[in-house]
């Protein structure tokens, strides 16, 4: 067990201590957000034909080079409605009127929008020389057979749930989606709905980390808040084990006479990766293991818990999803005002994103301590303040990260 790591080092031996979960076959229709459990080739180009992108006339380029001196008339042979197949071919001195979708026929190398044309049921004038596939998209201009689509791991967003449809896939693999078990400590803990009494405050990160795992795509089960006593976490790590993929749990992660939890990890058979990491706020955690399940101890500090949670339960949890981008994305983000605070050790400062004379920025809500949840609503990106700081001014530029 490791003592009070990088969080680079924690995100990588959380990530590294998880297995995807396994995958099932699933009815496309019902796989938006759910991430890809095979590769998918394109067994077929798409489109599959020459197809017309506007209502119009196909005709052969060659033969309207001459228009911008006065209109070329052609003779109109068919009608060729999208869904259609063409029945003539295209020759000297002809067209074919097209719809939008419609297959090219063959001799046609070039298209014209009929409101470009004066025509009538018989015949279409050509005032504009054409170029030869003027017009025209090529069979596999979206997709060539062979082409790889998508790896396992990929989100199936509207874009490839459309992609894939295109391939007449009916039915994916996907995985499956887990299932991450959240656990309460504390005996000061009330839940919402309940009378507060002295001394009690509301869990509130039980519904702050359940709107992030679901967020995620996580099933979240609850399974209880437990008073400070090792042997009655460990009942819940027991419970959550068996019927869970990874547990989250809340509060006890710290070194005081009540922090309990890597306690009762310990007593659960599990085997303890790291305690403590290097930033704040969020230093104080727990992480283990147990047959390749992730147990995640976060601060009872509902800030602290959620800053951690982002930078080292997340990745390790997408990764549990099958996620092949299970790392978090960095950017560079400039403060739009400053931080009045020195950092001895590595500070995390959340903030909302804003795009501001060409470059990305990020809004700084008041209230960054421990135990301020309230200026995380809405927030989408955190920054990292390098340890042995002083204050940061307005404009500096920081490391961040995409929540």
Same mark, same amino acid.
């Given at each position: 067990?490791?003592? %009070? ?17 396994? $995958? ?59 869904? =259609?197949?063409? %029945? ?10 097209? *719809? +939008? ?49 998508? %790896?396992? =791991? ?7 749930? =459309? +992609? ?10 996907? %995985?499956?989606?887990? /299932?991450?078990?959240?656990?309460? +400590?504390?005996?000061? *803990? ?23 795992? /679901?967020?995620?795509?996580?099933? $979240? ?27 989250? *749990? ?10 309990? $939890? ?30 390749? /399940? ?23 949890? /997408? ?11 960095? *950017?560079?983000?400039?403060? $739009? ?67």
């Amino acid at each position: 067990m490791r003592e %009070h790591v990088s969080y680079g080092t924690a995100r990588t031996l959380a990530a590294e201590a998880v297995r995807p979960v396994e $995958t099932e076959l699933l009815c496309l229709e019902d796989c938006a957000g759910r991430v890809l459990g095979q590769e998918v080739t394109a067994a077929e180009d798409v489109p599959a034909f020459d197809r017309s992108p506007y209502d119009g006339y196909a005709f052969r380029a060659g033969d309207v080079q001459k228009a911008a001196d006065g209109p070329v008339v052609l003779r109109v042979v068919e009608e060729i409605p999208a869904g =259609g197949v063409p %029945h003539r071919a295209i020759t000297a001195g002809t067209a074919a009127k097209v *719809l +939008t979708g419609a297959p090219i026929p063959m001799g046609a190398d070039a298209v014209v929008k009929y409101e470009d044309t004066k025509y009538t049921a018989e015949q279409v004038e050509i005032f504009l020389p054409a170029y030869p596939g003027q017009n025209i998209v090529r069979a596999g201009e979206d997709v060539r057979a062979g082409t790889v689509l998508a %790896h396992s =791991g990929a989100v199936i967003d509207p874009g490839l749930a =459309g +992609t894939l449809a295109a391939q007449g896939l009916s039915r994916v693999w996907v %995985h499956r989606v887990p /299932k991450v078990g959240l656990i309460s +400590t504390g005996s000061e *803990l009330a839940e919402v709905g309940e009378p507060l009494t002295s001394g009690k405050i509301y869990n509130t990160s039980r519904y702050a980390l359940t709107a992030t795992l /679901k967020a995620l795509g996580c099933a $979240t089960v609850w399974l209880g808040c437990a008073r400070d006593d090792a042997e009655a976490i460990r009942l819940l790590i027991e419970a959550g084990l068996g019927s869970c993929d990874a547990l989250v *749990l809340t509060g006890g992660a710290s070194r005081g006479s009540y922090d309990l $939890t890597p306690a009762a990890m310990e007593l659960s058979g599990a085997e303890l990766l790291f305690r403590g990491v290097d930033f704040k706020p969020g230093m104080a955690c727990a992480y283990a293991v147990r047959e390749g /399940k992730l147990l995640c101890g976060l601060s009872g500090n509902p800030a602290a818990a959620l800053t951690n949670f982002y930078l080292v339960a997340l990745p390790a949890l /997408k990764r549990l999803a099958g996620r092949r981008d299970y790392l978090p994305r960095e *950017l560079t983000v400039a403060l $739009t005002k400053r931080f009045p605070k020195a950092s001895p050790m590595n500070r995390v400062l959340r903030g909302k994103l804003a795009l501001s004379r060409g470059r990305v920025e990020m809004d700084l809500p008041e209230g960054q301590g421990n135990a301020v949840l309230s200026s995380a609503a809405g927030c989408d990106v955190l920054a990292v303040i390098p340890a042995g700081s002083g204050p940061v001014p307005a404009g500096a530029e920081l490391k961040g990260f995409l929540i």
